[in-house]
């Protein structure tokens, strides 16, 4: 199970760093994504992490503003998210896959959160 928490309001050009905690399940060595789905729009990748030491990819247009990192120990991933724009209003999901190499499509994850409202004003 994958819960995801941090989500809120906020205005254009502030932060917001949302957390996804593990339950249930062994945390590694597994990949971590997340995404997000804007109103009217299809569910899309915004950075994802590989097993430990793995690699880490980001969405081109979330790419400088955001970071994504895991911490194994406490079951823990987390996205910081800097600079945000109105355009990145979305549910943000967490999502794990028992590949070890992070993924960049959806379909690869087998578990999924329940997503975190995050609204950018202008």
């Known amino acids: 199970q994958l819960v995801e928490s941090g989500g809120g309001l906020v205005q254009a050009g502030g932060s917001l760093r949302l957390s996804c905690v593990v339950s249930?399940?062994?945390?590694?060595?597994?990949?971590m994504g997340w995404f997000r789905q804007a109103p009217g729009k299809e569910r899309e990748f915004v950075a994802a992490?590989?097993?430990?030491?793995?690699?880490?990819y980001y969405a081109d247009a979330v790419k400088g503003r955001v970071t994504i990192s895991r911490d194994d120990a406490k079951k823990m991933a987390y996205l910081q998210m800097n600079s945000l724009q109105v355009e990145d209003t979305a549910v943000y999901y967490c999502a794990a896959t028992t590949r070890d190499s992070a993924s960049r499509n959806s379909r690869d994850y087998s578990s999924w959160g329940q997503g975190t409202q995050v609204t950018v004003s202008s």
């Open positions: 249930g399940r062994t945390f590694g060595p597994y990949a």
């Open positions: 992490i590989g097993a430990i030491g793995g690699s880490i």
